[in-house]
Structures are given as structure tokens and as C-alpha cells.
């Protein structure tokens, strides 16, 4: 185990690596390999659920719960690989073996996207669904199985490859490494919806899903031949048996001995561990308490994840209700989530650069799991400022009816103005081809409204919880037409567009992305989502035809009202009223950025010193297991949002992020007071007294033979005590 030359001083690390500027070479494979796994992985993950959506197309309730389950299940499987590394293969054969599977499951996906394979009647679609939701989800769980079971390997084998003098090497290493993550998820998350937008095919030409995974497939494959490439320069550690089959039986005998021995007559041990002493070995036992103790530790962690897995979902939706115009750069919704991996690229050189050494130089020592605890403490501050900036939106939000309550608005149609009372308001003029400014609110029911002049009176029945146009016709005494209107902003942050025809003859309405179909005369068309930016609209009527454009922002809703007196062949842009149902976002998406950089900072905080706080107080044999029972924590934060999604049904969304907040801060004060108690160890230190001891033990029974058994058992147990109480020094 030990280091072939001191590796500052020489030139070989730990294995056979060469050393650079102080780091073994043998990093620089893990740390690229990282890159590219992270880049597969992300990049599959964000098309994924398009493609269950309009590849397989499935409706938006069973895609979302079969990523879900997907995403939970690729942070439930470092168990898996974890076990199979410390106990069977090693992590260097694991990692090997399960891209391997991953590497297969990703190809999987990019055959099973490939729309030609069965589409022999050549329409562009899949004849047999059967066999692409088979193959698709027989690699998805390939990818699961495969992107777990390495994960928790890769970062302990990196570790590995550091020297017992090199912790500020391998500090710096896990910080190389979060950023490769980071690094491969940004650009995947940007490039593969490019590709998925990319139009591919044999017969025919359909969205190229089989591109935007057959990428992350060959990703994949470098990430696999890149950690071969290193393969003669790494240091393996050997796995030491079935230790995790050990781990559990030893931690059984424990308990059942302890429950044999519960009388008072029994001397009690210090620790409830040590009742395995009759047993099992000692360094098992010291090796176990290691873990336990870093284990209960990490109770309360998943809390952190679950507020920081909302960015994707709770943040998203809210930057639907936002403003995504940044001048030259128009941000999509979704798209804001890449803030998050591209702050990780900064924040990570200052903090290791800037604030810890600052920190450092104030005299504060920050260790581990106060850095952890400032972490959440970020992530609870992004909390509130989410909550800010929710009360901001909702005063722009416009007030929909409740279920008792019915609004109305008015459209004149005509070409002259007309006089409207409606009950409870002052007569109102509506100039021609002109819409109220806003809805009018009444109770449900029926209403009476007259117009015109000589006045005339007809009854109009509100729906419950419905906004409703009324179309005012040219000639009053003709039939009134009631329009349904949205009740809600529409979805990511499109607009919900739909016209109104005044004119005596149909009129054709089409643009590049919608078609609103052929619109009667007096009569309107369903709605149709348009994204932002300019959109131009083809009227057409036989074979005439005009233009109308507009500019969109986000998540507006509008009537376009088609004059009576519309010429075709003209310009028809003075010839259609646009009728503002729902004002566009107007809160900056830029608002989100402080919740955006305190959530960062919180993750890079909590996240980059648990993935090297679980490595260093590993014991050498579970090294592999204890990072994916941190890993662990990121499973059980995913699962809490989906529990909470279902049950929190708190009507202010403001109230939601200040109560997550405030769940947080509890766990983080209980998070401090278990950190307080912990005392740091040194797992080298303490297995090399260990070993020690028991090579001492035997050369005294060769020279000593026939000591009572038991009397040696507890002479060793208060020894070893003591050795462990002197490695295990230092508290928070
Ligand atoms: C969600 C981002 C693209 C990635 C994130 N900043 C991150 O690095 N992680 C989230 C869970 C743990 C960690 C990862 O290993 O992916």
C-alpha cells in the first residue's frame, strides 16, 4: 500500500503513476472519464422525457413518473456497485465492467429511437411501439445499473490514488472532479436538445431522438476506453473478501450477543459494537464503527437535495411565469437551469482558491461539516429568495374567478361603436371592432345585458369559474356568442393565441408553427400555443391572402379580432385588433440569479466536502460504500420531493419555499449538534495501529500460549480503545 517514492519529492504516486506538479497522472484518466460519463448521462436525461413523449407517446403523467422513477433508481444503484467493488471485483474491474453495461444500455436507447426499425408502412411512425418501449426501457435500466454502480467507484478510486501525506491533493481532486461533472452536464444539457431538434431518417425525416442519444452513447464509449487507456498507471486496491456479507453478520452477532447479555450481571462495553468482540476481528469492529458514525451523520442530509432537486421542477415552473428576454439571448424556462453547472465552474476555483484560504488566514478553522452546515444554511437563504421573488410575480399574476364567480369581457364586432350595460356598472362605450380593457367579475348564474340603441336586453348565462368573451355582433339582433377563456397562464411560459373572425366570409389562419384552421364567419378558433419572439400570421381567404406580425413575450394570452372591413391583398396589419387576455410575464427571469447563486454556493459548500468527507473517514476497505451511502441521501432528497409534491398542498407557493426553508434550517440545526459530537478520524492511522497490534498479539501467543481466551479479549478491547481514542481527535 505504500507509495513507491514520496510523491512530492519523486517522481511515481501511489500505483504506477508518474507524478505531475505533485498529483499521480493516473487522476487525469478518472477525472476525464468523469467528464464524459457525466456528459452521457445528463445529456440522455435531458431529452428523455420528450422522447416518452413524442417518440413513444406516452401522456405527460406516465413520462414524468418513469423518469422519476429513473432518476431515483440510478442513485439507489451505487449500493449495488458499491458492494460488488469493496467485496468481489475491486472498483478498478467494476468500473470496467458496469460502462460496459452502461456503454450497451445507452446504445440500447439509440436504437430504440431510431423510428425506421418497424415503420415499414415508411409514415414516419413506429409500427410496432411494442418493440421500441422495450428496448428503451430494457436500456434505461442498463443505464441505471450501469451510471450508479460506477459512481460511487470512480470517486473512491480516484481517492485511492493519493498518498497517505496528499489530503490536499485529493481535497483539490474532489473538487476537479464535482467540476468535470458540472463541465460534461453543462455541455450535454446544451448540445443534445440541439441534435433532438435535428430532423433524421431513412424513409422518412423525423426528430433525430436516435442522435441525441447516440451521442451520449459514443461519450459513453470514450469515457470507458479513456479509463482503460489509464489502466497500467492506477493504484488497486485489492477488495478484502465479502465485507459487506461480514459487515452484517458481525453487526448481528452484535446485537444478539447484546441482547443475550442484557441482565445487569454483564459488565456494560463502551460501545454496543463491541459485544461482536467474542467473535469477530477487532479492526472489523473499529472498521464498522467508522461507518456507523459517518452514517448516522448523514440522517439528515437528504433535506439539502430535496430543496435542491426542486430547482428542476419548482424553479422551472416558476421562470414559466417570468420574463426570459435578455436582450440578444432569450432564455426558455428550462433553459435556466444551467445557471446552476455553470456557477459550479466558478464558484468552485473561488471558494478552493479565495474564500477557504481567506477563511484559513482569519484563524476560523472551517472544518468539513461546518462547511457542510453553512452549505445548507445557503440552500435554506436560495429558499427565501424564491419566496421573494414568487410575492413579486403573484401581484402581477391577473385574478382568476373562483368557482362561485364568473368574469366577462366584451368584443363589439360591429363597425360602429355600441352602448353596453352590464348589471352593477355604469353604461359602457365600446368603440367598433374594440374589446373591454379588462374582465368583468360576477356571481355564476344568468345575467341580464342590454345594448344599443334603441336599447335591447338579452339573457347571458355565466359559467362557474369560467372567464368568458362575449362577441357582440354587428347586427344586435343576431345570436351572442360566448367565447371559453383560460383560466390559468399558459404552460412554459408559451402564449395561448386564437382568433376571432368578423368578417362575412371564412378566413383561413396559419403561421409556421400553428395551424389555426378554417374560422367562420362571427365565429372563433380554438387556442393554439406560439412561443416568444415575432410570429407572422398568413390570413387567407380562397385564394387571397395577407400577413398580420406581432411580437410575443411569455406566457400571455390574446384575442386577435379580424375586422369586418379587412382587404385582402392589402396590408392587414391595421385590420386586426390584438386583445390582451392575459398580460405577458413581466418579473425578469434574471430575478431567479440570487436564488440560483446561494443554492450554487450551498451545493458546492455541502456537496464537493461530503463527496471528500465520506472518502477520507472511510475505512480502506468500505471506501466505495460509503460513497454511495452518500449518494444515498441524493436518492432519498429525490423521493421527499415526490412525497411532497402529493401531499404539501399549501395554496401560496411563497408559503411552500418558505416552509422548505424553514425545514431545512431545523435539520440544520440538528445536522450542527450530531457534527458537534463527531470527532474526525484518521482510517489509516487507525487500521495500521490496529494491525500492529494484532501482529504483536500473535508473536505474544507463539511465545505465550495458553492464555484464558476471555481475559485477552477484554485486555485487547481497552487497548484498542485507547488506540482508536487517540486517532480520533479532532470534533467539528
Ligand atoms: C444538476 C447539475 C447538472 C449537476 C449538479 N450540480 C451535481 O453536480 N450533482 C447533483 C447530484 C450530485 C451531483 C452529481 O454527481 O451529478
Known sequence: ???????????????????????????????????????????????????????????????????????????????????????????????????????????????????????????????????????????????????????PCVAAFGGDQFGEHQDRQRRTFFSVFYLCINGGSLLSTIITPVLRAQECGIYSKQKCYSLAFGVPAALMVVALV??????????????????????????????KNRYRHRSKQYPKRQHWMDWAEEKYDKLLIAQIKMVLKVLFLYIPLPMFWTLFDQKGSRWTLQATTMDG??????????????????????????????????IKKCGLNFTPLKRMTVGMLLAAIAFVCAALVQIQIDKTLPTFPSTSQSQLKLLNMGSNSVTVKLPGNDALILPAAQASNDYYMFQAGQIDISFGNPEMTKPVTLGSGQRQTLLIPSTLSDELQMTNDLTSKPQEGNNAIRFVNGMKTAVNVSTAAADFGLIEPFYYSNYSQIKNGKATFTLRSGSQSCEYSTNFGFGSSYTFFIHSTLVFGSNCQDSVTAVEDIKPNSVHMALQIPQYFFI???????????????????????????????????????????????LAKIPKQWAEYVLFASLLVAVCVIFSIMAYFYTYIDPTEIEAQFKKKINEDDEDDKSKPGKAEVEMVKRDSIKCHDEYDKATQTKM
Request: proline letters at 4%; glycine letters at 8%; hydrophobic letters at 50%.
Open 1 to 151: 500500500m505504500a507509495d513507491k517514492e514520496d510523491p512530492k519529492n519523486g517522481k511515481m504516486g501511489k500505483g504506477k503513476s508518474k507524478v505531475v506538479c505533485g498529483y499521480p497522472l493516473s487522476i487525469f484518466f478518472i477525472v476525464v472519464n468523469e467528464f464524459c460519463e457525466r456528459f452521457s448521462y445528463y445529456g440522455m436525461r435531458a431529452v428523455l422525457v420528450l422522447y416518452f413523449k413524442y417518440f413513444l407517446r406516452w401522456d405527460d403523467d406516465l413520462a414524468t413518473s418513469i423518469y422519476h422513477t429513473f432518476v431515483a433508481l440510478c442513485y439507489l444503484t451505487p449500493i449495488l456497485g458499491a458492494i460488488v467493488a469493496d467485496s468481489w471485483l475491486g472498483k478498478f474491474k467494476t468500473i470496467i465492467y458496469l460502462s460496459i453495461v452502461y456503454a450497451v444500455g445507452q446504445v440500447a436507447m439509440a436504437v430504440s429511437a431510431i423510428h425506421d426499425i418497424t415503420d415499414s408502412d415508411r409514415d414516419g411512425t413506429p409500427d410496432s411501439m411494442t418493440f421500441h418501449i422495450v428496448l428503451s426501457m430494457v436500456g434505461l435500466f442498463l443505464i441505471a445499473l450501469g451510471t450508479g454502480g460506477i459512481k
Open 226 to 255: 479513456v479509463f482503460i487507456i489509464g489502466s497500467g498507471m492506477y493504484y488497486k486496491a485489492e477488495p478484502q473478501g465479502n465485507i459487506m456479507l461480514d459487515v452484517c453478520k458481525c453487526i448481528g452477532f452484535a446485537i
Open 325 to 358: 428576454n435578455f436582450g440578444a439571448l432569450v432564455i426558455q424556462p428550462d433553459q435556466m437551469q444551467t445557471v446552476n453547472p455553470i456557477l459550479i465552474l466558478t464558484l468552485v476555483p473561488i471558494m478552493d482558491s479565495l474564500i477557504y484560504p481567506l
Open 600 to 646: 450554487t454556493a450551498g451545493e458546492v459548500m455541502f456537496s464537493v466536502t461530503g463527496l471528500e468527507f465520506s472518502y477520507s473517514q472511510a475505512p480502506s476497505n468500505m471506501k466505495a460504500v460509503l460513497q454511495a451511502g452518500w449518494l444515498f441521501t441524493v436518492a432519498i432528497g429525490n423521493f421527499i420531493v415526490l412525497i411532497v409534491a402529493e
